[in-house]
């Protein structure tokens, strides 16, 4: 009788049921609202600006990767959220598509049309529901009035000090 093909088979059976080290107590999945703050750096008409997105998250070699898209069906592919999460500890970009002078504007919740270029950097809380991040970002936001070419006349700044929160709705 051979022990050792029983002995490599447990143990693969074992390493394949453990949890990787990347995984998640909580992932985020789902209906979140990310609200982008304007900081003091920034003269802009209105105080921040918020937006629907639909949250998943999948394992990637360090961590997981948290990917947001508009809810909103045909915003859809103008905008993304992508954060590298290695334990509470969340970074990446949000940005809308396009360049600087021909970013593709979303549909904020108070109405407003925005486009953005920012990296994000922050931490994770988990309580009894689904997790939520908050943080510090740089970069790009500009926003008006529906039915604006470029979307500028309430803000447009590009700084290092707006803070950013993604909870769930």
């Known amino acids: ?7 490599a088979a447990g143990l693969a059976i074992a390493l394949a049921s453990a949890s990787p080290s990347f995984a998640q107590a909580t992932s985020f999945i789902g209906a979140y609202r990310f609200t982008i703050t304007f900081g003091p750096a920034c003269r802009a008409g209105i105080a921040s600006l918020s937006a629907s ?20 069906a045909d915003e859809s592919p103008y905008a993304e959220l ?3 999460r290695t334990g ?17 504007p979303i549909t ?15 931490t994770v809380t988990s309580g009894a529901g689904r997790p939520q991040a908050r943080g ?8 008006g009035r529906a039915g604006e070419d470029y979307p500028s006349s309430l803000a447009s700044c590009t700084v290092t000090d707006y803070t950013w929160v993604l909870e769930p709705q």
């Open 108 to 122: 904020s919740w108070e109405g407003h049309l925005f486009l953005a270029w920012l990296v994000l950097d922050g």
């Open 1 to 7: 009788m051979r022990r050792i093909p029983l002995v």
């Open 82 to 84: 992508t954060l590298l």
């Open 88 to 104: 509470s500890i969340v970074h990446g970009p949000f940005g809308t598509k396009g360049t600087r002078a021909d970013r593709e």
């Open 53 to 72: 997105l639909l949250v998943t998250e999948a394992a990637v070699s360090r961590g997981s990767e948290v990917d947001g898209r508009p809810a909103l």
């Open 136 to 143: 510090s970002a740089f970069g790009l936001v500009s926003a």
